[in-house]
């Protein structure tokens, strides 16, 4: 067995998002109150875990969620543009009234033609492959130790997706990756051995919203308010 590594790709923490919008990459948009727990709860879990190495989306939402673990390691997190949330034409978008926007502005369907690539926002390979570039830094940054990476929902399932060979086109609803939990990619020097999942802040998550965070028709969203 060969040096072996371990990144984390660590999920932000719920939200404050009182109008429901489709936020995406807007600035702006910081944790809730239960999203602040949800961090500390990581920061509680893997705190003593042998982690030397921290980056980030520029997103608030992700250096908030990071902060706390970051401060338990005396890290300082790397900003990383490589692992922000993908680009997506209904950003902005209030999805709270369900199929009804749809009803509301036709227009939006043009948008949703192709879901193999998808054609509503970031193609899934480019996002695999600023994701991968990113887990392969994290990991010559953290060698023979451990890395967490803090991202997005869409951003971390699509490399998952990439690294299991799995097809990209999927039901958002599928998704493994609540609030706060960890996709964490084991890999025996540079070659990866296995993924893991884990929700050390599923406890957390109000019943009913684990398959919440998605709107209607199926276009990728981040969270709900």
Known sequence: MGLQTTVHLLRHGEVHNPQGVLYGRRDGFHLSDLGHQMAQRIAETIGERDIVHIRTSPLERARETGAPLATVRGLTPVIDPRVIESSNKFEGINFSAGSKTFLRRPGLLRHMYNPLKPSWGEPYDEIAGRMVAAVHDARDAAAGHEAVIVSHQL?????????????????????????????SVVFDDDRMVQVRYSEPAGDLIPVGDRSAPFSAGGAPREDRP
């Open 155 to 183: 951003p971390i399932w699509t490399t998952r997706l990439f690294l299991e060979k799995r097809s990209y086109l999927h039901h958002p609803k599928t998704r493994q990756c609540t609030l706060c939990s960890l996709t």
